[in-house]
Protein backbone atom coordinates (compact mmCIF):
# COMPACT_ATOMS: atom_id res chain seq x y z
CA UNK A 1 0.00 0.00 0.00
CA UNK A 2 1.50 3.62 -0.98
CA UNK A 3 1.88 5.78 1.67
CA UNK A 4 2.50 8.79 -0.60
CA UNK A 5 -0.21 9.03 -3.32
CA UNK A 6 0.10 11.25 -6.24
CA UNK A 7 -2.54 13.57 -7.78
CA UNK A 8 -2.87 16.36 -9.68
CA UNK A 9 -3.34 18.67 -7.37
CA UNK A 10 0.88 18.44 -6.45
CA UNK A 11 1.71 19.62 -9.82
CA UNK A 12 3.42 22.92 -9.86
CA UNK A 13 3.47 23.05 -13.72
CA UNK A 14 7.19 22.73 -14.11
CA UNK A 15 8.15 19.70 -16.32
CA UNK A 16 11.56 18.66 -14.58
CA UNK A 17 10.44 19.63 -11.06
CA UNK A 18 6.86 17.63 -11.12
CA UNK A 19 8.75 14.78 -12.76
CA UNK A 20 11.20 15.11 -9.61
CA UNK A 21 8.68 15.27 -7.51
CA UNK A 22 6.70 11.68 -8.96
CA UNK A 23 9.79 10.13 -8.84
CA UNK A 24 10.72 11.13 -5.13
CA UNK A 25 6.57 9.92 -4.07
CA UNK A 26 7.67 6.43 -5.93
CA UNK A 27 11.07 6.71 -3.78
CA UNK A 28 9.33 6.79 -0.75
CA UNK A 29 6.78 4.20 -1.33
CA UNK A 30 9.18 2.06 -2.37
CA UNK A 31 10.85 2.46 1.29
CA UNK A 32 7.75 2.19 2.82
CA UNK A 33 7.06 -1.15 1.22
CA UNK A 34 10.56 -2.65 2.39
CA UNK A 35 9.95 -1.88 5.60
CA UNK A 36 6.05 -3.05 5.72
CA UNK A 37 7.61 -6.33 4.06
CA UNK A 38 10.37 -6.38 7.59
CA UNK A 39 13.48 -6.64 4.65
CA UNK A 40 16.68 -6.41 6.23
CA UNK A 41 19.49 -3.91 6.00
CA UNK A 42 20.63 -5.18 2.72
CA UNK A 43 17.54 -3.90 1.15
CA UNK A 44 17.08 -0.78 3.42
CA UNK A 45 20.37 0.59 3.43
CA UNK A 46 20.62 1.17 -0.04
CA UNK A 47 16.77 2.04 -0.80
CA UNK A 48 17.67 4.94 1.45
CA UNK A 49 20.55 6.06 0.86
CA UNK A 50 19.26 5.90 -3.13
CA UNK A 51 16.74 8.42 -1.66
CA UNK A 52 18.58 10.70 -0.09
CA UNK A 53 21.05 10.88 -3.06
CA UNK A 54 17.96 11.71 -5.34
CA UNK A 55 16.18 14.15 -3.10
CA UNK A 56 19.65 16.23 -2.41
CA UNK A 57 19.81 16.07 -6.66
CA UNK A 58 16.26 17.25 -6.37
CA UNK A 59 16.89 20.31 -3.92
CA UNK A 60 20.24 20.87 -6.36
CA UNK A 61 17.27 21.53 -8.89
CA UNK A 62 15.14 23.75 -7.46
CA UNK A 63 18.18 26.16 -5.94
CA UNK A 64 19.92 26.29 -8.95
CA UNK A 65 16.31 27.86 -10.06
CA UNK A 66 16.09 30.18 -7.35
CA UNK A 67 19.47 31.93 -7.44
CA UNK A 68 18.82 32.08 -11.33
CA UNK A 69 15.73 33.84 -10.88
CA UNK A 70 16.79 35.75 -7.61
CA UNK A 71 13.96 34.41 -5.78
CA UNK A 72 13.08 36.40 -2.36
CA UNK A 73 12.17 33.52 -0.41
CA UNK A 74 15.50 31.25 -1.57
CA UNK A 75 17.28 31.52 2.19
CA UNK A 76 14.15 30.57 3.89
CA UNK A 77 13.54 27.37 0.95
CA UNK A 78 16.93 26.48 1.28
CA UNK A 79 16.99 26.70 5.10
CA UNK A 80 13.89 24.04 4.98
CA UNK A 81 15.87 21.88 2.28
CA UNK A 82 19.23 21.44 4.40
CA UNK A 83 17.01 20.86 7.91
CA UNK A 84 15.81 17.96 5.81
CA UNK A 85 19.26 16.98 4.65
CA UNK A 86 20.64 16.86 7.86
CA UNK A 87 17.68 14.58 9.12
CA UNK A 88 18.19 12.70 6.74
CA UNK A 89 21.85 12.11 7.02
CA UNK A 90 21.19 11.62 11.23
CA UNK A 91 18.93 8.84 10.37
CA UNK A 92 21.04 7.36 7.84
CA UNK A 93 23.91 7.12 9.95
CA UNK A 94 21.68 6.44 12.81
CA UNK A 95 20.95 3.14 10.62
CA UNK A 96 23.75 2.25 9.82
CA UNK A 97 25.40 2.11 13.05
CA UNK A 98 23.03 0.45 14.65
CA UNK A 99 21.63 3.35 16.76
CA UNK A 100 17.85 3.45 15.77
CA UNK A 101 15.82 1.01 13.34
CA UNK A 102 13.83 2.04 10.02
CA UNK A 103 9.80 2.00 10.72
CA UNK A 104 7.26 3.50 9.38
CA UNK A 105 6.98 6.23 11.48
CA UNK A 106 9.71 7.72 9.20
CA UNK A 107 8.20 6.31 5.53
CA UNK A 108 5.14 8.14 6.96
CA UNK A 109 7.34 11.76 7.85
CA UNK A 110 8.40 11.41 4.64
CA UNK A 111 5.42 11.37 2.95
CA UNK A 112 3.79 14.10 4.84
CA UNK A 113 6.84 16.30 4.57
CA UNK A 114 6.97 16.11 0.58
CA UNK A 115 3.36 16.92 0.67
CA UNK A 116 3.42 20.11 2.82
CA UNK A 117 7.21 21.27 0.91
CA UNK A 118 5.56 20.80 -2.81
CA UNK A 119 2.53 22.80 -0.92
CA UNK A 120 3.54 25.50 0.71
CA UNK A 121 6.94 25.81 -0.92
CA UNK A 122 7.84 24.05 -3.96
CA UNK A 123 3.76 25.97 -5.21
CA UNK A 124 5.05 29.45 -4.28
CA UNK A 125 8.37 28.94 -6.10
CA UNK A 126 7.32 27.95 -9.44
CA UNK A 127 4.45 30.65 -8.83
CA UNK A 128 7.11 32.97 -8.93
CA UNK A 129 8.91 31.86 -12.01
CA UNK A 130 5.48 32.40 -13.73
CA UNK A 131 4.95 35.47 -12.52
CA UNK A 132 8.06 36.86 -13.49
FE1 LIG B 1 11.66 22.53 -2.36
Redesign the pocket.
Known amino acids: MPIAIWNDNYKTGHAVVDRQHQELFQMVNQLHDSIVAGKGKDVLQPTLEKLARYTIQH ?1 GT ?1 EALMMQTHYPLLAV ?1 RQK ?1 QALAQKAKEIIEGYKSGKNVLTITLSQFLADWLSH ?1 INE ?2 KALIDYLHRR
Open positions: FEHHHDD
